[in-house]
Structures are given as C-alpha cells and as structure tokens.
T-cell receptor, first 113, second 115 residues
Framework: DGGITQSPKYLFRKEGQNVTLSCEQN?????MYWYRQDPGQGLRLIYY???????QKGDIAEGYSVSREKKESFPLTVTSAQKNPTAFYLC????????????FGQGTRLTVV | AQSVSQHNHHVILSEAASLELGCNYS??????LFWYVQYPGQHLQLLLK??????LVKGIKGFEAEFIKSKFSFNLRKPSVQWSDTAEYFC?????????????FGTGTQLKVEL
C-alpha cells in the first residue's frame, strides 16, 4: 500500500539525549514536512523539503535537524537543545508538480523524561 | 511570511445545527487552501481543498468552504452537523511553488456536537 510510515509510534528518551524520528513515504512525492502538534497550538512547521538534498527551516526549527538524502526518507532529529521536546510529531508529504494536498503519517509521540 | 488564523478555538453545537468555522490567511500571492479534520484517536484527513476555479468547494461528509480572495478567507460550513462530526478541524495554506511550498496550519478548532 502507498503511504507514509512513521516509526516508532511511541518513543521515550531521557533528557539530554538526541533522538531521531523516522519518516518514509512510497508515494513518490517531492515535498516532505515535519510538524509538531501540541494541544491548543495546532500544527507548527519544523522543517520542510521540496527536493532531495535541500530543506528549509519552518517556524520552530530551533533544537531540531533534518536530512533529505533520499526522496523517500526525511528523518527528524530532536536534539538536546530543544527545550520542550515532549510532543506529538507528524510527518507529511505532497506532490509539488501535481499540486496535491499533503498526506500525513500516523505520528510519533515522543516523551522525554 | 504566510500565516493562518482560526478564530474559533472551541465550538459546541447541538445536532442539526449549522456550522461555520472561520479561517483567514495572510499571503499576498496565489495560494492553495485546505481544511483537514482529525477525529479522536485518528490521523489527519483531508476534508476539502481549493486550488483554482469555483471558489465554492465541496468536500466529504457534506462540508463545503468558500474562498473569498478579497477577505483572505476560506470558511468551512456544514448546514446540519451530526454527532460524528465531533473532531478537531484545521485550516491550512500552501503558497505553492512560488512560495516554496511551505504548508502552514492554523491552531485548530475543536468541535463538539451534542446529541
């Protein structure tokens, strides 16, 4: 089946540790996005990428890093510099050339203790 | 920078009442507009989208939205809500290739429909 896969669904880490969230898509989409969802704040854009080997900061990029070495993959690293990392993280992708809507993964809930 | 405002954060309606959720965006160029819904415990789903053409777009489950360019608005409507419409609704704007394909969401509106 085509879609976006985020893993793991739940992730626990100790404070001060970096952690990488996985996002893979087999939709052949060019654009990929990472959002953070917190109650009452909607979805806030962390990073996005239009093409391989290129990405841009979103509205809340501090404390996060990404890479886009392959079209299918857009991993997000939550670094120890992120002051409040506990959140629900959503990955999405869209077809830029065909101007489609974004399709979302099921999300990863990260808890830092 | 583009931004999206949803003015209603929490809405409570009785079944069969009409619904209108406000969405305003700020961006001077051509935009693509979306409404997404997140039912409890489920992932985000597309309700409807506007790219061009007829500014009144119809989506799934009886929802519709009207793009009013002069008001930078894309309000969501439904004539008669059902209990199953209880969910969180998000408006989103994408400035397209010219705007770097940045997809920005509003803060969401939590809708509760009471029997």
């Amino acid at each position: 089946d085509g879609g976006i896969t985020q893993s793991p669904k739940y992730l626990f880490r100790k404070e001060g540790q970096n952690v990488t969230l996985s996002c893979e898509q087999n939709l052949n989409h060019d654009a990929m996005y990472w959002y953070r969802q917190d109650p009452g704040q909607g979805l806030r854009l962390i990073y996005y990428s239009q093409i391989v080997n290129d990405f841009q900061k979103g509205d809340i990029a501090e404390g996060y890093s990404v890479s886009r070495e392959k079209k299918e993959s857009f991993p997000l690293t939550v670094t120890s510099a992120q002051k409040n990392p506990t959140a629900f993280y959503l990955c999405a992708s869209s077809n830029v050339l065909q101007n489609t809507e974004a399709f979302f993964g099921q999300g990863t809930r990260l808890t830092v203790v | 920078a583009q931004s999206v405002s949803q003015h209603n954060h929490h809405v409570i309606l009785s079944e069969a009442a009409s619904l209108e959720l406000g969405c305003n965006y700020s961006y001077g160029g051509t935009v693509n507009l979306f409404w997404y819904v997140q039912y409890p415990g489920q992932h985000l789903q597309l309700l409807l989208k506007y790219f061009s053409g007829d500014p009144l777009v119809k989506g799934i489950k009886g929802f519709e939205a009207e793009f009013i360019k002069s008001k930078f608005s894309f309000n969501l409507r439904k004539p008669s809500v059902q209990w199953s419409d209880t969910a969180e609704y998000f408006c989103a704007v994408n400035a397209g290739t010219g705007g770097g394909n940045k997809l920005t969401f509003g803060t969401g509106t939590q809708l509760k429909v009471e029997l």
